[in-house]
């Protein structure tokens, strides 16, 4: 029954070459499904804070930044997300350090050019401003599970059924991202020398993705049928506020006049 | 409460049904047999009116669920609710943020006040254990957490007939005992149980009632589940064991 | 010089963050994008039943892993697709939009990758500029070449372009800052690159690589899904090549209008407050926004006033083209009215 060939033990040399791209698309997807994994309350006020103020807020605070001129009221900014940070678990709190540290160097390494021909106030500023944004986003979407973060936008008009779709997305974010982390790791196994055709590889497992996705979808409505859905979502504003709440408000209306001073 | 008549289904050239008959009353605990391929998911879906038979007609209630008379918003909304059903893979079935705001979907569609939805969703989260993953992402949750979500998310419309499609696969012995012990009970008051399954060890003392499909698509055997079970030839001869 | 903005720039990845861009320019954009997703949304609930509306979602966690996907190249490096053409090829254009658009908001809002005031600017370029660009390709080069060959190919033109063209509208929205928004002493406030810098910092590894790349992934995937289920892709109804290349031809030539306007007015913000600060207006600064006076600061005067003029013919075009597809909408509808009748 068994050839001959299976019988006997091969003598193989693999040629020395990387497929790093297979390492790399894991690394990222695994880096994606734990970011959104992680994502739950912690203990801790500021995980407790209403949601949808935090959002209304945080992005308030995020054009003030985008507009502000003022050093001095993005150095206060910086103070309050410092103590924001500190509030924060600590594994958290490493996590948004090291994320934040990234991309200022490589903003920084962008504006050497513009510096040394003289545009030093603005550009310091940029940096400033790339930091605050990136620290202030970080806390937000650390300390705020995204159903949540997703519900407030519907403050913007946005209808309640793309904001369904939205939650589906992180869903399903998950599900493919394991799905195509299996599917690579299965590349990886098989990788056992060199091909010329590595992009037919990845082509065919992002093909086997596409396919995939859309058989769920199709599973999935079906189980929403099954549910009495007919095409209508609502969503329910969560309005109960509690005593951090205020104090959280009222410290940002403090930043909020401060822009203002210094904006004037 | 439930009747087949003849009903054929096909895709794409492919026969998945092939001429069958059921008749199924209240009150009944069915199994639906048979080896991988002959159409047992298949008829489960036909069903719950996810998808129609190409011939023949299925009564539910004695009114013929069709393409068209599923149309009918508000007729589909109180057919889903009659009868619920429990998917194969429990990935896709859940859909909502939180596994309170799942098992709350069907609830809040039909319209309870919200004093009744907070009963209901607490009692169903009591019934399957799984209190302490309420506000839990879906996706989060173990496989055995996840098929008991999704059985309260379909118990919590309080259906009349619950249908399962191989809820055994992927559960560890405990949860399936746990399973096990639930359908008995949901039966034993009164709901109409329909299951496809494979697996034969735990689910003793559930089904009264067994129907086999053959490798043809159609039904070799309607009878007592014990009769078939005992049936060892029967069964090696259809591929079953 | 160049080297560190073509490390920048000229990256891999075509999300522009926060910061780089006004809020005036971001809020523009934001409004041009409101009738687009619209668009998108009406169109969507026409073509695609109740039951399919989980496919948005999976097709946005489809579009949103794409750009994780890590491509060799050779040479043992790696690169990022977008994905957008792909997206508008097997799903069409209008789911494309929204597809990506919702993929680009978990980036920014939940990932913290891209700005999210400048998401709209994010979202009109791989989100509308791209989908539809690869759309009209496709369908022109399929209309010419009417074999299997002219379709791979039509499919790799469609990513390879596609690409390019978002590319060039990231450059130029990149560019544009440092003319329309500078301080006292007339230095840029935001990204400080000019057109001169930031349409080849882009273009040239877009047009070079990332383009190819492009290319390369959409026709390999199309082809896989193609084979196993060729059902799926999407097919539109009514395949019309408009004659409005003619018609944004002529207009482009005729019409420098959109942005500038507006950009000069929301510009003079910059100089009020540096008025409260200063004192007085800087003559350099109260020139900067009249394009036929001199600019004594650089000196590239003739170059800068060229530039603008492109800049503002294209997004005239878009402008129009947006025009001209709700009028090629409603006309179309009247025609139908009048074949039923």
């Not at chain 2, 209901?120 to 799984?130: D, F, T």
């Not at chain 2, 809820?167 to 005992?177: A, H, V, Y």
């Not at chain 3, 009406?42 to 489809?62: D, S, Y």
């Amino acid at each position: 029954m068994i050839d001959e060939w299976l019988l006997e033990k091969d003598s193989y040399i693999p040629k020395g070459e990387k497929n790093s791209y297979i390492e790399k698309s894991i690394f990222s997807m695994v880096k994606t499904v734990s970011i959104i994994r992680e994502n739950k309350i912690k203990e801790g006020i500021i995980y407790h804070i209403n949601p949808l103020l935090k959002v209304v807020i945080s992005i308030l605070n995020l054009i003030f930044i985008a507009i502000t001129r003022s050093f001095i009221y993005v150095g206060i900014f910086d103070i309050y997300l410092l103590s924001a940070l500190l509030m924060m678990d600590k594994r958290d709190r490493i996590r948004i350090i090291k994320m934040s540290l990234i991309f200022p160097i490589i903003t920084f390494i962008a504006l050497i050019p513009a510096i040394l021909m003289g545009n030093i106030y603005n550009s310091l500023l940029i940096l400033q401003k790339v930091l605050s944004t990136i620290v202030l986003m970080s806390i937000l979407s650390h300390t705020t599970r995204w159903s949540d973060i997703n519900k407030a936008l519907k403050l913007m008009f946005i209808p309640d059924i793309i904001i369904w779709i939205m939650d589906i997305t992180i869903k399903y974010i998950v599900l493919l991202a394991e799905y195509s982390i299996d599917l690579l790791f299965a590349l990886k196994l098989r990788s056992v020398g060199s091909s010329k055709d590595k992009n037919k590889f990845i082509s065919s497992i992002v093909g086997n993705v596409f396919l995939k996705s859309y058989k769920m979808s199709e599973e999935m409505s079906s189980a929403m049928e099954c549910r009495g859905f007919v095409g209508e979502y609502s969503i329910s504003k969560n309005l109960t506020f509690k005593k951090y709440d205020y104090i959280y408000v009222i410290i940002n209306l403090g930043m909020f006049l401060l822009f203002a001073i210094k904006f004037v | 409460m439930i009747r087949l008549e003849d009903v054929s289904f096909k895709y794409k050239n492919k026969v998945a049904l092939n001429k069958i008959d059921i008749n199924i009353e209240e009150g009944e605990s069915i199994a639906i047999i048979g080896p991988n391929g002959s159409g047992k998911s298949t008829l489960l879906k036909l069903l719950n009116g996810i998808i129609f038979a190409s011939q023949g007609k299925y009564f539910f209630d004695e009114t013929e669920i069709s393409e068209e008379t599923i149309k009918d918003n508000k007729f589909s909304k109180s057919f889903h609710k009659k009868i619920g059903f429990v998917f194969q893979n429990s990935d896709t079935q859940l859909f909502c943020s939180t596994v309170f705001e799942e098992i709350a979907f069907g609830p809040i569609q039909m319209g309870l006040s919200n004093e009744d939805i907070e009963k209901r969703v607490s009692s169903c989260l009591r019934m399957l254990n799984i209190e302490k993953v309420k506000d839990e992402h879906p996706y989060n949750l173990s496989g055995g957490e996840k098929k008991r979500v999704a059985i309260a998310s379909v118990l919590a419309l309080n259906p009349e007939v619950l249908v399962l499609d191989e809820p055994m696969n992927g559960i560890d012995p405990k949860g399936k005992k746990f399973l096990k012990e639930l359908l008995i009970m949901l039966n034993k008051s009164g709901k109409t149980i329909i299951c496809a399954t494979h697996d034969f060890e735990y689910v003793e003392g559930i089904f009264k009632r067994g129907i086999v499909f053959s490798e043809n698509h159609n039904i070799i055997r309607d009878d007592r589940y014990e009769n078939i079970i005992k049936d060892k030839q029967f069964l090696e001869e259809h591929n079953i064991i | 010089m160049a080297i560190f903005v073509f490390k920048e720039f000229g990256g891999v990845k075509m999300h522009i963050p926060d910061n780089y861009l006004s809020p005036s320019t971001c809020a523009t954009f934001g409004v041009a994008m409101v009738p687009v997703w619209r668009r998108a949304i009406i169109k969507i609930k026409q073509e695609v039943t109740r039951q399919k509306m989980p496919l948005l979602g999976v097709c946005a966690a489809f579009s949103f892993l794409v750009m994780m996907f890590n491509i060799p190249l050779p040479g043992g490096t790696t690169g990022h697709a977008v994905g957008a053409a792909l997206a508008a090829i097997l799903l069409g254009p209008y789911c494309a939009v929204i597809s990506v658009t919702i993929a680009l908001t978990v980036q920014a809002l939940f990932f913290g990758d891209g700005g999210v005031l400048a998401l709209a600017v994010n979202c009109f370029n791989m989100a509308f500029i791209m989908p539809f660009t690869a759309h009209y390709v496709f369908n022109f080069i399929k209309s010419f070449i009417k074999n299997k060959k002219g379709e791979h190919i039509g499919v790799f033109i469609a990513g390879y372009v596609s690409l390019n063209i978002a590319a060039l509208f990231t450059a130029i929205e990149f560019g544009i800052q440092p003319i329309l928004f500078k301080d006292g002493a007339g230095l840029p406030i935001y990204s400080p690159y000019g057109l001169a810098i930031a349409i080849p910092a882009m273009m040239i590894p877009h047009l070079l690589v990332a383009g190819v790349l492009e290319g390369i992934i959409t026709t390999g995937v199309y082809s896989y899904v193609k084979k196993l289920t060729p059902e799926i892709i999407y097919k539109e109804s009514k395949n019309r090549i408009k004659p409005l290349y003619f018609l944004i031809g002529i207009l482009v030539l005729a019409t420098p209008l959109g942005l500038l306007a507006t950009g000069t007015a929301w510009g003079e913000w910059g100089a009020e407050e540096v008025q409260e600060l200063v004192g007085f207006i800087p003559n350099g600064m109260k020139n900067g926004f009249n394009f036929s006076a001199p600019m004594p600061d650089y000196g590239l005067e003739g170059l800068k006033e060229y530039f603008a003029y492109i800049l503002s013919a294209l997004v005239g075009i878009t402008v129009i083209f947006l025009i001209i597809k709700l009028w090629g909408k409603v006309s179309y509808k009247n025609s139908q009215k009048v074949q039923n009748d």
